[in-house]
């Protein structure tokens, strides 16, 4: 199973929105709705911030959004912030019964 | 609150195995799969293995097929991943989640770092 592909860096000023790609094929991101999104803070263990495309998890802020067409989901960060650097990883479920991952994007606030 | 308490590091030898525990607390063990994932030294998160609620079925990555063995024991609601035949390629944080079947992971253990080094 084949990474997902995703762009290794992504910058942006605060307040600004931007937006992090994830392509995969019909046998993952295209053919589920199980894609999720992860933020990684240096030294610190993932945290879900997307589930099912578009839901956000328990206590995740509004700024977070998800949405998916086709092969490709996205992640859009919106009024970006300090805090939001980080790392971010899109996963998804696929046809295999297995999860596979993004190759991560480093997100930097300017 | 949902907890998943993991050591914190293991060294080995290339060739030797290892067990890494999971213990949880906080929620009911047996209606959540588990799911581990690794991140070697400045790079990405890689997808290891699953195992089901029940313990019925298990799966994982291809490359690691034949050296990897997940379990769980409902009496201390823990998860374990038994890893054999370690190479330098195996050195990574090792980390444990709840697995929703919706996402690998909802909750995270704060991970394990496993070094292989002669």
């Known amino acids: 199973q084949s990474a997902l592909t995703q762009p290794a860096s992504v910058s942006g000023s605060p307040g600004q929105s931007i937006a992090i790609s994830c392509t995969g094929t019909?046998?993952?991101?295209?053919?589920?709705?199980?894609v999720s999104w992860y933020q990684q803070h240096p030294g610190k263990a993932p945290k879900l911030i997307i589930h099912?495309?578009?839901n956000r998890a328990s206590g995740v802020s509004d700024r977070f959004s998800g949405s998916k067409s086709g092969n490709t989901a996205s992640l859009t960060i919106s009024g970006l912030q300090a805090d939001d650097e980080a790392d971010y990883y899109c996963s998804s479920y696929t046809s295999s019964i297995t999860w596979v991952f993004g190759g991560g994007t480093k997100v930097t606030v300017l | 609150q949902v907890q998943l308490l993991q050591p914190g590091g293991e060294a080995k030898e290339p060739g030797a195995s290892v067990r890494v525990s999971c213990k949880t607390s906080?929620?009911?063990?047996?209606?959540?799969?588990v799911s581990w994932v690794r991140q070697a030294p400045g790079q990405g998160l890689e997808w290891v293995g699953h195992i089901s609620a029940d313990s019925r079925h298990t799966y994982s990555a291809q490359s690691l097929q034949g050296r990897l063995t997940l379990t769980r024991d409902t009496s201390t609601s823990t998860a374990y991943m038994d890893l054999t035949r370690l190479t330098s390629d195996d050195t990574a944080i090792y980390y444990c989640?709840?697995?929703?079947?919706?996402?690998?992971?909802?909750?995270w253990g704060q991970g394990t770092l496993v070094t292989v080094s002669s």
């Open positions: 099912e495309v578009s």
């Open positions: 906080g929620f009911a063990f047996t209606n959540y799969g």
């Open positions: 989640g709840r697995d929703t079947g919706t996402a690998a992971g909802d909750y």
């Open positions: 019909s046998s993952d991101v295209g053919g589920y709705n199980r």
